[in-house]
């Protein structure tokens, strides 16, 4: 694992413009704000580190830390050639792979001063617009570190042990005719109610679309046997950030969300490690 600083750099002293420095060691920018002396410390675990195609991960920057304030922001990234870089308001998220391959995860953690709102966020979490931001009188400062993660051939058989969801060994996931709903694009139209029968297989991934309001509120239940497969889930909302991650190891994983924008929001539900299990999903109104 190594340690990089993408972040933008001042040099006041004869006229030079800002620099995008890559490469550099964490503590090597400098800051002309006198109250304000550190960069961020960016900390990373990806789990699992080995998988199949299929597969999602959980990368957890939760441990990343900043002297002077707040992490505002993580900006992640997976390697995988034509995926984007997920920028996120909290510190874990979620990544599917899908082909084989060796892949250089990271993340980038911005200052509590960087404005988000103002970057471009290259491919991998590099800030593109700089000498934009400091023209504006606000640099943009953070640091990244990566994490090695390995996506192996899929076996020939094509067949996985179902762990006791289906007594045939293969585990089969219809969801009552909710397949396929591996991606954002095919996400399934949801309300208000309960959803039973529901299946996360080892290569399976399941999301679902509900559209709210500006204040219109919701809970959704993942009800499941953690003993028997753990299931976790992400809330993305319309402008394709992460809001909420349920990770725990309990029986139910609940996300509680008020919408803040118009329009649609989706609930992702995977297994914890590429883990499988059945699941009911309840959805009520705040």
Known sequence: MRRTLFAACAALAGGLLALLAAGLVAAGCPKWDSGWEHTPVAALTVA???????????????????????IRGYCFYFGEPGREVLVSLTPRVTFTYHLPGEYEAGVLVFDDRCPLTLTEITEVCEVSNSIDLLERG???????VTFDVTVLELPDSGVFDSGGIADSG??????????????????TPIGFGTYTDLVICPADVDNY?????????????????FASGDLDAILIDPNGNIVVVAATEEDVEVVHWTAVDPGDHFLEIFGFGGQQNDYTLTIESL
């Open 48 to 70: 699992p580190s080995s998988l199949l195609p299929g597969e999602t991960v959980i990368a957890d920057a939760s441990e990343s830390t900043d002297e002077d304030g707040p």
């Open 209 to 225: 679309r509900l559209s709210l309001t500006p204040g219109e509120g919701f809970e959704a239940r993942i009800l499941h046997d």
């Open 170 to 187: 293969i585990c089969i996931s219809d969801d009552g005719g909710f397949e396929p709903n591996d991606t954002v694009e095919q996400a």
């Open 138 to 144: 606000v640099p943009c400062l953070g640091s990244t």
